[in-house]
């Protein structure tokens, strides 16, 4: 986003000001501005997501492929919704366990649930959702 920096002053209590530091430090954040710039940033997004515009995000799993039936849903469900995946990335972790990167695109909710029918399969053993913006 290129647009002109703005200045404004914020009162609060003292003691919430204490803990926010106290959290900014230990998210390695170099001053206070970054920070307010990353929450109001991460709280837009989950905006655009709750409004159910066109999203980009990504879905992460780790599963065992020696599980055939589980591996068979995964890719059902993927093709149930191929209109909301850009790609996907397979990686052979070891002997027993795969991990799968499905970049998504599209309507915030259909997504959502593509990621709750992934998570809720047995056996997958983990799975991560990230949710990304253009930045407006
Ligand atoms: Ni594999």
Do not use: P
Not at 68 to 90: A, E, M, N, R
């Amino acid at each position: 986003m290129n647009s002109k920096l703005v200045r404004f002053g914020v009162s609060l209590e003292e003691e919430l000001l204490m803990r926010f530091d106290r959290l900014i430090r230990q998210r390695k954040y170099t001053n206070r501005s970054e920070a307010i710039r990353d929450m109001i940033r991460e709280e837009l997004i989950k905006k655009e997501w709750a409004d159910n515009r066109e999203v980009t995000g990504a879905i992460t799993l780790v599963y065992d492929h020696h599980a055939k039936v589980l591996v068979t849903k995964v890719l059902d469900i993927q093709h149930d919704y191929h209109t909301c995946i850009q790609s996907s990335q397979h990686i052979h972790l070891d002997h027993h366990n795969c991990f799968e990167i499905i970049v998504t695109r599209g309507n915030a909710k259909i997504i959502e649930e593509l990621y709750r029918k992934l998570k809720s399969i047995k056996s997958v053993k983990h799975a991560g959702f990230m949710m990304a913006t253009k930045g407006r």
